[in-house]
C-alpha cells in the first residue's frame, strides 16, 4: 500500500499529549510515524494550516434503519458522519425491530460493511423491545458485536433493570449509555422549563426531570462499580451531580450535544419544530454550567445528538412533531464556532472531547495517533468560513435549525483506515 505523508499539519493527539506542527505517516492502513521526512515513494497530503487529529468519534447517533428508512439508513448516515469529519460512529437502537437480538446486530455490522464508510459500532438495547421491563440478553449481544447498551431516548426508569444491567455488562467491560430523564416530570413538555415557555405557552420540560434522574442513576452506578455514560445531559444541576460524583470516584462519564452551545430557549419563539429537541434548548444559565463542566473535565463528550426525522413528520404543529434534529454534519462546526472561536476552550480540549475520550467510553481502540493504531484521521481547516446548506447533507434528512446560519471551521478531509473516504471539495 502507498504510504501517506500529511505534511506541515498541526497534529493534535490528546492520548499523547501531542500538539505542534510536524507531519504524520500513514502505511498499509496504520499510523506509522509521526516527525518524518517527506521521501520520493510517499503521497503527499499539504495540511498546512489545518488541524490533524485522531479520527473523530460520535457516540449518538441515531441510525433508523431497520424500520424508518425514510428518515434515515445505515448507509446515509455514515456517509453523513464522513462529510462531518467523524471516522466512527456508535449506532444507537431507534429502529424498528430495536437492535435486541443477535441477528439485528449481525445486520447492522453487515449493512455499515456494505457502505464501506467510516467505522459503525453497534449500540444494543438494555432491556428485550426496549420496552424497559425484561433485560436483553446482554451476553449474546455482547458476543455478536454490540460495544454499549443503550434504551436510546427511553430511559431506563426501572431502578432495579438499570442495576441489573450495570452489573451484568461490567462482566464484559461494556457500559450502559442512559438518557437521564423522569418522564413523569417532562411529559407532554415540548420546551425548557422558563419564562419563555410560559409566554409561549408550551408545555415545559423542567430541568429537575434530567438531574433527579441522573442523580439516582449516579447513585446506581456507585453502589454496582458499573459503567454508567449519561447521554446528552444539558442542565447545571446535572454537571454539579455529576462533579461530585466524579470526586467520589464514580465510574460515571457524560456527553452533551453540539446544539446546546448554539442556541437557548429564546429561539423556540419562531415555534420551528426543527428546534423541537430531547434535552430541549436550554437557558443561558444552564449553557454556561455546561460549558465550566466541558472546561474542567466534569463533561467528558461532546456528541452529535443526530436524531433525522422526514421532511413529512416535522411538518405540523410543534405540538406534534417528533423530537430530534440531524447534527452529524454542523456539530464540529457547531463546536469550532461557539466554543472555539468564541474563546471559551482550545481546540485540544474538543479533540479530547470528540474523540480520544469517546474510544475511552466504548471500549474502543480508537482516537489516537499512536503509531500501530488505525490510520483514523480527520483533517479539519479551523479557520474555514462556511454556511450550513442543508439541501447538501448526506444524511436522508434535513431537520437542522442551521441551514443558511454561517460557521467557522470544518473537517476538510476525513481517512479511514489510511484511505481517504472524504474530501470536501472548495469548488
Same mark, same amino acid.
Given at each position: 500500500? %502507498?504510504?501517506?505523508?500529511?505534511? #506541515?499539519?498541526?497534529?493534535?493527539?490528546?492520548?499523547?499529549?501531542? !500538539?505542534? *506542527?510536524?507531519?504524520?505517516?500513514?502505511?498499509?492502513?496504520?499510523?506509522?510515524?509521526?516527525?518524518?521526512?517527506?521521501?520520493?515513494?510517499?503521497?503527499? =497530503?499539504?495540511?498546512?494550516?489545518?488541524?490533524?487529529?485522531? +479520527?473523530?468519534?460520535? %457516540?449518538?447517533?441515531?441510525?433508523? $434503519?431497520?424500520?424508518?428508512?425514510?428518515?434515515?439508513?445505515?448507509?446515509?448516515?455514515?456517509?453523513?458522519?464522513?462529510?462531518? +469529519?467523524?471516522?466512527?460512529?456508535?449506532?444507537?437502537?431507534?429502529? #424498528?425491530?430495536? *437492535?435486541?437480538?443477535?441477528?439485528?446486530?449481525?445486520?447492522?455490522?453487515?449493512?455499515?460493511?456494505?457502505?464501506?464508510?467510516? #467505522?459503525?459500532?453497534? &449500540?444494543?438495547? *438494555?432491556?428485550?423491545?426496549?420496552?424497559?421491563?425484561?433485560?436483553?440478553?446482554?451476553?449474546?449481544?455482547?458476543?455478536?458485536?454490540?460495544?454499549?447498551?443503550?434504551?436510546?431516548?427511553?430511559? *431506563?426508569?426501572?431502578?432495579?433493570?438499570?442495576?441489573?444491567?450495570?452489573?451484568?455488562?461490567? @462482566?464484559?467491560?461494556?457500559?450502559?449509555?442512559?438518557?437521564?430523564?423522569?418522564?413523569?416530570?417532562?411529559?407532554?413538555?415540548? @420546551?425548557?422549563?422558563?419564562?419563555?415557555?410560559?409566554?409561549?405557552?408550551?408545555?415545559? @420540560?423542567?430541568? $429537575?426531570? $434530567? !438531574?433527579?434522574?441522573?442523580?439516582?442513576? =449516579?447513585?446506581?452506578?456507585?453502589?454496582?462499580?458499573?459503567?454508567?455514560?449519561?447521554? /446528552?445531559?444539558?442542565?447545571?444541576?446535572?454537571? !454539579?451531580?455529576?462533579?461530585?460524583?466524579?470526586?467520589?470516584?464514580?465510574?460515571?462519564?457524560?456527553?452533551?450535544?453540539?446544539?446546546?452551545?448554539?442556541?437557548?430557549?429564546?429561539?423556540?419563539?419562531?415555534?420551528?419544530?426543527?428546534?423541537?429537541?430531547?434535552?430541549?434548548?436550554?437557558?443561558?444559565?444552564?449553557?454556561?454550567?455546561?460549558?465550566?463542566?466541558?472546561?474542567?473535565?466534569?463533561?467528558? &463528550?461532546?456528541?452529535?445528538?443526530? /436524531?433525522?426525522?422526514?421532511?413529512?413528520?416535522?411538518?405540523?404543529?410543534?405540538?406534534?412533531?417528533?423530537?430530534?434534529?440531524?447534527?452529524?454534519?454542523?456539530?464540529?462546526?457547531?463546536?469550532?464556532?461557539?466554543?472555539?472561536?468564541?474563546?471559551?476552550?482550545?481546540?485540544?480540549?474538543? =479533540?479530547?472531547?470528540?474523540?480520544?475520550?469517546?474510544?475511552? &467510553?466504548?471500549?474502543?481502540?480508537? +482516537?489516537?495517533?499512536?503509531? +500501530?493504531?488505525? /490510520?483514523?484521521?480527520?483533517?479539519?481547516?479551523?479557520?474555514? #468560513?462556511?454556511?450550513?446548506?442543508?439541501?447538501?447533507?448526506?444524511?436522508?434528512?434535513?431537520?437542522?435549525?442551521?441551514?443558511?446560519?454561517?460557521?467557522?471551521?470544518? /473537517?476538510?478531509?476525513?481517512?479511514?483506515?489510511?484511505?481517504?473516504?472524504?474530501?470536501?471539495?472548495?469548488?
Amino acid at each position: 500500500m %502507498l504510504k501517506t505523508l500529511i505534511q #506541515n499539519g498541526r497534529v493534535i493527539d490528546p492520548s499523547q499529549n501531542i !500538539d505542534r *506542527v510536524t507531519n504524520l505517516l500513514i502505511e498499509e492502513g496504520r499510523i506509522a510515524a509521526i516527525d518524518v521526512e517527506p521521501q520520493s515513494d510517499m503521497k503527499v =497530503i499539504d495540511a498546512t494550516g489545518k488541524l490533524v487529529v485522531p +479520527g473523530l468519534i460520535d %457516540l449518538h447517533v441515531q441510525i433508523r $434503519e431497520p424500520g424508518f428508512e425514510e428518515d434515515e439508513t445505515i448507509e446515509s448516515a455514515a456517509y453523513a458522519a464522513l462529510a462531518g +469529519g467523524f471516522t466512527s460512529i456508535a449506532a444507537i437502537s431507534e429502529t #424498528n425491530p430495536p *437492535v435486541d437480538s443477535a441477528a439485528a446486530v449481525t445486520y447492522l455490522g453487515r449493512q455499515a460493511s456494505e457502505a464501506d464508510h467510516c #467505522n459503525v459500532f453497534p &449500540v444494543a438495547c *438494555v432491556s428485550s423491545g426496549r420496552q424497559g421491563e425484561e433485560m436483553a440478553e446482554i451476553g449474546i449481544l455482547h458476543n455478536a458485536g454490540a460495544i454499549a447498551f443503550s434504551d436510546g431516548q427511553r430511559p *431506563v426508569s426501572n431502578p432495579e433493570l438499570l442495576r441489573r444491567a450495570l452489573e451484568y455488562t461490567l @462482566m464484559f467491560g461494556r457500559p450502559v449509555l442512559n438518557r437521564p430523564e423522569m418522564v413523569e416530570l417532562s411529559r407532554d413538555g415540548v @420546551m425548557h422549563d422558563g419564562s419563555v415557555s410560559t409566554v409561549l405557552g408550551l408545555a415545559p @420540560m423542567p430541568a $429537575e426531570a $434530567e !438531574d433527579v434522574m441522573a442523580a439516582r442513576d =449516579i447513585r446506581i452506578c456507585e453502589a454496582t462499580g458499573g459503567k454508567l455514560h449519561l447521554l /446528552a445531559i444539558s442542565c447545571s444541576g446535572t454537571v !454539579d451531580i455529576l462533579r461530585r460524583a466524579k470526586d467520589r470516584n464514580v465510574g460515571v462519564t457524560a456527553s452533551i450535544c453540539a446544539y446546546q452551545f448554539a442556541l437557548t430557549d429564546l429561539a423556540m419563539r419562531g415555534f420551528h419544530t426543527s428546534l423541537k429537541l430531547n434535552p430541549p434548548l436550554r437557558s443561558q444559565d444552564h449553557i454556561d454550567a455546561c460549558i465550566a463542566g466541558l472546561k474542567d473535565g466534569t463533561i467528558d &463528550v461532546i456528541a452529535s445528538g443526530h /436524531a433525522p426525522r422526514s421532511s413529512e413528520k416535522k411538518m405540523c404543529a410543534i405540538t406534534e412533531a417528533p423530537f430530534g434534529m440531524v447534527g452529524l454534519e454542523t456539530a464540529l462546526g457547531l463546536v469550532s464556532t461557539h466554543l472555539v472561536h468564541a474563546g471559551h476552550v482550545d481546540w485540544p480540549t474538543i =479533540i479530547r472531547a470528540m474523540s480520544t475520550n469517546v474510544a475511552q &467510553v466504548l471500549g474502543v481502540e480508537k +482516537g489516537t495517533l499512536k503509531p +500501530g493504531a488505525d /490510520a483514523d484521521v480527520t483533517i479539519i481547516d479551523p479557520d474555514a #468560513n462556511w454556511t450550513v446548506d442543508t439541501s447538501n447533507f448526506r444524511s436522508k434528512s434535513f431537520n437542522s435549525p442551521f441551514g443558511g446560519v454561517q460557521l467557522t471551521g470544518r /473537517a476538510v478531509e476525513t481517512i479511514v483506515g489510511g484511505l481517504t473516504k472524504f474530501r470536501y471539495d472548495e469548488s
